[in-house]
């Protein structure tokens, strides 16, 4: 087994170090907080034991035979590749979402920086669910199908299951668009407008997404796996996702919590300037910008969406 470098030291890629630690891989985890490798502690994921066979470190080095992940938020991952100068055996980005200055997903940030082979690592998951070693599966995709299957065998354990795809460009839109429909998610939940609603956004969202994400070149079949309908599930009906919890907040009128990181919030905006390079009608995603952006109030968002035309489904 190659060793394995987790760059980022936030909840999911601690916990992904953890699993992976867990499972007899060499792991080091590399993050900005000297008190990670003093305390043997992380803030992100509280009660969560760093095992001792696990490295930690504030430095990133990596050697030609090591699987870098690189779990940083997506809007520092060009920065972040920029400055690195490494040289790995494969590069993972472990992030969601579209850079909001460039238009690229993470494979394509990998590529212009890292001259290595790149994959997405994707999917619906909790930090704390893998860190606690609960049964989680994510995709995988990458260009390379040699290259997939070794990082598959390298990195899925007995409570980690990977699942192989071809289609990076997909796996990848299917973890940015989903992020926006849950804040929608979140504000319906937490204005009170009801469950049945929520049901709607979902189903109605999971058509935005596929429709951006095949005029960019996805599969459909990848749109309607774990990294698409999967995440999208998950991501819209628990108060654990980051997302739905900040358009929670929005909607019920209450504080936002301004130290999480909300991937959404700078995709929708992404999101909304590649729908119209492309000609796409996204609603609910604009609809999400103009109230971040406090464009409009949340009744007129309303009732703008309900009082588009009706059209067959």
Not at 29 to 55: C, E, F, H, Q, W
Not at 192 to 215: D, P, V, Y
């Amino acid at each position: 087994m190659r060793a394995v470098t987790v760059a980022g030291a936030g909840a999911f890629g601690t916990a992904l170090a953890v699993t992976l630690a867990k499972a007899g891989r060499r792991v080091t985890l590399v993050g900005r907080d000297p008190g990670l490798v003093k305390n043997r502690t992380s803030a992100r994921l509280p009660g969560i034991i760093l095992p001792d066979a696990m490295t930690l470190s504030t430095t990133l080095a990596v050697s030609e035979d090591d699987i870098l992940l690189l779990a940083v938020p997506m809007q520092q991952l060009g920065s972040y590749v920029e400055s690195a100068q490494v040289a790995p055996f494969a590069v993972i980005a472990c992030c969601k979402g579209i850079d909001l200055t460039t238009g690229k997903g993470p494979t394509a940030i990998l590529d212009d920086g890292i001259d290595a082979p790149s994959a997405i690592l994707t999917g619906p998951s909790f930090a704390a669910d893998i860190a606690q070693g609960l049964p989680t599966a994510l995709t995988l995709a990458t260009a390379s199908r040699t290259v997939g299957q070794m990082l598959q065998e390298n990195l899925s354990t007995e409570t980690l299951r990977l699942y192989l795809s071809g289609d990076p460009i997909g796996a990848e839109l299917g973890g940015a668009l989903k992020n926006v429909i849950a804040i929608a998610c979140g504000i319906t939940i937490g204005a009170g407008l009801g469950e049945s609603a929520r049901a709607a956004l979902i189903t109605r969202g999971f058509a935005e997404m596929q429709r951006l994400a095949l005029a960019m070149g996805a599969a459909p079949e990848t749109l309607q796996g774990l990294s698409g309908f999967g995440d999208l599930s998950l991501t819209c009906t628990s108060r654990q996702s980051r997302n739905f919890s900040f358009g929670y907040a929005i909607g019920s009128v209450d504080a936002v919590d301004t130290s999480a990181t909300v991937e959404g919030k700078a995709t929708a905006r992404a999101v909304v300037k590649l729908a119209a390079a492309q000609g796409i009608e996204m609603p609910i995603a604009q609809a999400v910008c103009e109230v971040l952006d406090n464009r409009a109030a949340l009744p007129q968002v309303l009732e703008y969406l309900l009082n588009r035309p009706l059209r067959k489904e």
